[in-house]
T-cell receptor, first 117, second 114 residues
Framework: DAGVTQSPTHLIKTRGQQVTLRCSPK?????VSWYQQALGQGPQFIFQ???????QRGNFPDRFSGHQFPNYSSELNVNALLLGDSALYLC????????????????FGQGTRLTVV | GESVGLHLPTLSVQEGDNSIINCAYS??????FIWYKQESGKGPQFIID?????DKRQGQRVTVLLNKTVKHLSLQIAATQPGDSAVYFC?????????????FGQGTTLQVKP
């Protein structure tokens, strides 16, 4: 059973460019969340996708956008890259919490290391 | 604002000793807490979780304690091994939001001396 997979593992981009990161959730999971982890910091929530829609968003500018496909996989797009966007981008998958239901465990991928130069 | 914080950025222990990693949270509405382990170059790995209706939960060599009165969370690792060396994060989720958004602390680096 494959866990959460992310691609690419490493990426170098130039300021002003655009980047697309990809995530395939763990088998059976329907919800994908994206996090940004700067060096030496904890992951920061970017947004979450469920049923192909953005369900919740963290404190990130509109340059950060995403998409979820019918097979539950997801993409994270970042436009007009800044040096400060250099970070490890993590994808986490989980089962959606139903109304009145309990939180479920989130599984993380290995991340994509993005370097903006 | 809401935040999850850890008391010490680095903890150094001798192999075989017990480790205790602490975490303080500020939002009393939080009802689900998770500890993650992150090794260099890898994503966070789930260790153990606890819901707010519990004050203690045990796993294999690990125990999580929750004190809601003082909003404190701790992770205890028994007989610490070199393979336990990593950064440990506590994370918080407010179940009332039903979205699964996790709020992470800054992390504690655990160093195990042989």
């Amino acid at each position: 059973d494959a866990g959460v997979t992310q691609s690419p593992t490493h990426l170098i981009k130039t300021r002003g460019q655009q980047v697309t990161l990809r995530c395939s959730p763990k088998s059976g999971h329907d919800t994908v969340s994206w996090y940004q982890q700067a060096l030496g910091q904890g992951p920061q929530f970017i947004f979450q996708y469920y049923e192909e829609e953005e369900r919740q968003r963290g404190n990130f500018p509109d340059r950060f956008s995403g998409h979820q496909f019918p097979n539950y996989s997801s993409e994270l797009n970042v436009n007009a890259l800044l040096l400060g966007d250099s970070a490890l981008y993590l994808c986490a998958s989980s089962l959606a919490i139903r109304a009145g239901g309990l939180n479920t465990e989130a599984f993380f991928g290995q991340g994509t290391r993005l370097t903006v130069v | 604002g809401e935040s999850v914080g850890l008391h010490l950025p680095t903890l150094s222990v001798q192999e075989g000793d017990n480790s205790i990693i602490n975490c303080a949270y500020s939002n009393s509405a939080s009802d689900y807490f998770i500890w993650y382990k992150q090794e260099s170059g890898k994503g966070p790995q789930f260790i153990i979780d606890i819901r707010s209706n519990m004050d203690k939960r045990q796993g294999q060599r690990v125990t999580v304690l929750l004190n809601k009165t003082v909003k404190h969370l701790s992770l205890q690792i028994a007989a610490t091994q070199p393979g336990d060396s990593a950064v440990y994060f506590c994370a918080e989720n407010k179940g009332s939001s039903n979205t699964g958004k996790l709020i992470f602390g800054q992390g504690t680096t655990l160093q195990v001396k042989p």
